[in-house]
């Protein structure tokens, strides 16, 4: 028997409350299957299990609150022996490996990233009421002076730090809503990127002339509900040249760089409440325009209702921000750790255009990127840079 | 020491006055009501807190025993049950350990061994601590111990207040109530209203408000603890001290409160620390205050040897005014010097 543990979403996350569940005892599941809902900062996520196998006991009812690392469920790995004794699986579980039939959709492999990932709460030395207070205000302790005993972190250090931040310090427990604690959420992961990354940015302008003319050719044909979305061509452009630059696909993790076969790219999506994040789309360079589209437009609308699922929430291997026809010309984006680049794209326009000596006007866009500068240097950054343009100017190769 | 009413004329006395007040007032309310204990008749007491009690009550009622501490307890309970209301006097906790088994295996059962039949409302006092140079076998402070036992309270008074009106609240209580006086507090002076009366034995007392440490203690250790929170003052640190009152039942509710304000304890305990009821409290602190502590709790605690009998050992193995301060420094993660203590 295994115990299925709640995931860390992120590494800012400290617990969740289960919120419903898809699977009861006896009930089958395979790797993939969305077993539960889990609301954390970042809204409700749907958590997946990556074994077959067989649910035996749930273990905590919908509505409760519970850390990241407690056993949520327990189940029977499909191969194993009835009695034997039990196990604790990591959380999210390590895949065995894998069983022979892989189901459509190929689910994706497990995210590395939260099991890898050390809190950055876990090594700080921190008293416990500085902990609760940290958690209720969605502070970073590693950001965190200690004066209490041996330098520990102490609750008066907390409201220190929080006030130097320009943190509201209520009085007692706050109600947070939703939108505070992803805010919070928001707060500690690019405090976390500005604390730890040394960001280099470079930025280079595109002309959209050829991708613009294809698309419409495209699209004319087709109903509005099946045209394919400008977005699609600049995810499939940044995830075909991060293929081939590895060092901007991938983890940083405990001081060395982890590179990603495969692309999951994640898409920048503003939230109507305020906040904003990140899910992936797995395998963005094997999927065609079509299927980033439908990807997108699917995104979109469940990350604004709130039902992500947990291998969205941890698996992307870089960033695309990309501000569409709203916003400025460019922007120069804050790397979500522990990613490594960050690819903006600005507003389309329509500009001056030198084509063969003669002047014309093109719609242009400016592509950015924010490179770590420990994974990455600028030189190769202007490479990764010069293919997503050189890729946009051959549509029909995307 | 609070007067209850303003207006009321206070009078300066000892704890020893307060306490034979208290059994004096106890003879004097309810007939049934005696003493019996070694020396406590002709001699006035070994600490001569029964002094002139003989004279005014007479043998009936003030009652000189065989040192035979197993055989007087055990007369004290089954006089208990019969309807009288006993005061044992028992020289030292030490002595206790001879009627050991006429408490833990007697007092403390027979109400639940006769199906709820028999009450057992007997009040045992007796001396603990060390401090006056009276060695090994005279100065532990056992309390602890015997706050172990469920059937039984355990009362701890440290002021004059609590030491003139425990004693006739305990002689109400339908079970058997062993009340410990700390040997140094009996001659320490004090003010005392004309009309002060009983006082309850359940709850834990608040003797000085504070809010970057809670100092919790109980007995003998109370006024080296409030003698610690001055010292504390003066360097800005406002010690909470909490006197426990009555260790068994604990008052959870004084110490969890002072605690998750402060978020800082140190337990003061003249016990060993060993299994002691500093170790309880700590546990206690623990299991329901956890997430509102900001440092480990320290305890103060007596050195884990035989109360040594010279002067200069005996201070050194007691807790003192500056192991207290410094083990609140410490909670502070001010320096405050090395525990001397073996963890």
Redesign the interface.
């Known amino acids: 028997m295994v115990d299925y543990l709640m995931p860390s979403l992120g590494a800012d996350m400290k617990d969740g409350r289960v919120v419903e569940w898809h699977v009861h005892p006896g009930h089958t599941v395979h790797r993939g299957d969305v077993v539960g809902v889990v609301d954390t900062e970042k809204g409700a996520i749907e958590i997946e299990i990556w074994e077959d196998g067989v649910v035996r006991e749930i273990l905590v009812e919908p509505g409760r609150k519970v850390l990241v690392g407690e056993p949520l469920f327990r189940y029977q790995r499909e191969a194993e022996a009835p009695v034997e004794p039990v196990a604790r699986a990591e959380a999210p579980p390590v895949v065995p490996p894998a069983p022979a039939e892989r189901r459509e959709p190929a689910p994706p492999t497990p995210p590395p990233l939260a099991a890898a990932v050390p809190a950055p709460a876990e090594s700080v030395r921190a008293?416990?009421?500085?902990?609760?207070r940290a958690r209720e205000l969605g502070i970073d302790l590693t950001a965190v002076q200690?004066?209490?005993?041996?330098?520990?972190v102490?609750?008066?250090d907390v409201l220190r730090h929080a006030e130097g931040v320009g943190k509201r310090v209520p009085g007692k427990l706050p109600p947070t809503t939703a939108a505070e604690g992803m805010r919070a959420a928001i707060a500690a992961a690019m405090s976390r990127s500005k604390r730890e990354i040394p960001h280099y940015y470079l930025g280079t302008t595109v002309s959209l002339q050829k991708a613009t003319d294809w698309l419409a050719a495209l699209n004319r044909a087709r109903t509005p509900d099946t045209r394919v979305l400008p977005v699609a061509l600049t995810l499939k452009a940044v995830a075909l040249a991060a293929r081939e630059f590895p060092e901007m696909n991938g983890h940083w993790i405990d001081g060395a760089f982890r590179h990603s076969e495969r692309v999951h790219a994640g898409l920048a999506i503003s939230l109507r409440t305020g906040g904003l994040i990140a899910p992936a789309i797995h395998d963005a360079d094997q999927k065609t325009l079509d299927a980033l589209t439908t990807s997108v437009t699917d995104l979109v609308q469940r990350a604004r209702s709130g039902r992500l699922r947990s291998s969205e929430i941890t698996d992307a291997t870089l960033t695309v921000s990309s501000l569409g026809d709203r916003g400025v010309d460019r922007l120069y984006g804050v790397i979500y750790p522990p990613q490594v680049a960050l690819v903006g794209v600005g507003r389309p326009a329509h500009r001056p255009w030198v084509v063969e000596g003669a002047l014309v006007v093109h719609p242009v866009i400016e592509i950015t990127l924010s490179g770590d500068h420990r994974a990455s240097d600028g030189h190769r950054g202007a490479l990764f840079l010069e293919r997503i343009g050189d890729l946009l100017q051959r549509p029909e190769e995307l | 020491m609070n007067g209850a009413a303003t207006a009321t004329a206070m009078r300066t006395m000892t704890y020893r006055e307060a306490v034979r007040e208290a059994i004096r007032d106890a003879l004097t309310r309810d007939e049934r009501v005696f003493l019996m204990g070694e020396d406590v008749g002709h001699y006035g007491g070994c600490f001569a807190v029964t002094k002139g009690l003989l004279e005014e009550f007479g043998e009936e009622r003030i009652r000189d025993t065989p040192l035979s501490e197993s055989a007087f307890v055990g007369a004290g309970i089954g006089a208990a049950m019969a309807g009288m209301r006993p005061i044992v006097e028992i020289m030292t906790v030490n002595f206790s350990l001879l009627a050991l088994d006429q408490i833990v295996n007697n007092a403390a059962t027979i109400l639940h061994m006769s199906g709820g039949q028999f009450n057992v409302p007997l009040v045992i006092r007796m001396t603990t601590g060390g401090g006056k140079q009276l060695a090994a076998q005279h100065s532990h402070s056992l309390e602890g111990w015997y706050a172990h036992i469920p059937g039984i309270k355990i009362l701890t008074p440290a002021t004059l207040e609590d030491a003139r009106g425990m004693l006739w609240t305990a002689l109400q209580d339908p079970d058997p109530v062993l009340i410990f006086e700390n040997t140094l507090l009996y001659n320490m002076e004090g003010e005392l209203p004309d009309d002060a009366d009983a006082v309850d034995i359940d709850k834990a007392r608040v003797r000085r408000e504070g809010e970057h440490v809670s100092l919790i203690t109980y007995g003998g250790s109370l006024f080296k603890t409030l003698e610690a929170a001055r010292v504390l003052a003066e360097e800005g640190v406002e010690a909470e001290v909490v006197d426990l009152r009555t260790l068994r039942p604990l008052d959870n509710a004084t110490i969890l409160a002072s605690v998750s304000r402060t978020r800082r304890a140190v337990v003061v305990d003249e016990g060993w620390r060993s299994g002691s009821i500093s170790a309880e409290i700590s546990a206690r602190i623990m299991e329901n205050a956890f997430w509102n502590l900001d440092a480990p709790v320290e305890r103060v605690c007596s050195a884990e040897v035989p109360m040594p009998y010279a002067r200069h050992l005996e201070q050194a193995a007691l807790p003192q005014v500056d192991t207290i301060v410094a083990a609140a420094r410490r909670t502070l993660g001010r320096a405050g010097g090395p525990d001397v203590d073996e963890r």
């Not at chain 1, 008293?127 to 609760?132: E, L």
């Not at chain 1, 200690?146 to 520990?152: D, K, T, V, Y």
């Open positions: 008293s416990p009421a500085a902990r609760q200690g004066s209490g005993p041996e330098g520990a102490v609750v008066e």
